[in-house]
């Protein structure tokens, strides 16, 4: 990812490094790494069940 300054702001437009593809502002990336973080939380506490 290509970051536009050393401390981006959440408005910031954040680009793929290798093909300038927009992911996004960095606000929303943000956010949707949190919401994946949740997930995996909630995901590893759930009891796995054995046959």
Do not use: W
């Amino acid at each position: 990812m290509n970051f536009p300054r050393p401390q981006p702001l959440d408005s910031d437009i954040i680009t793929c490094y290798h093909c300038d593809f927009e992911l996004g502002t960095y606000g929303t990336i943000k956010r949707k790494m949190a919401l994946f973080m949740e997930r995996l939380i909630q995901a590893k506490a759930k009891p796995v069940k054995k046959h």
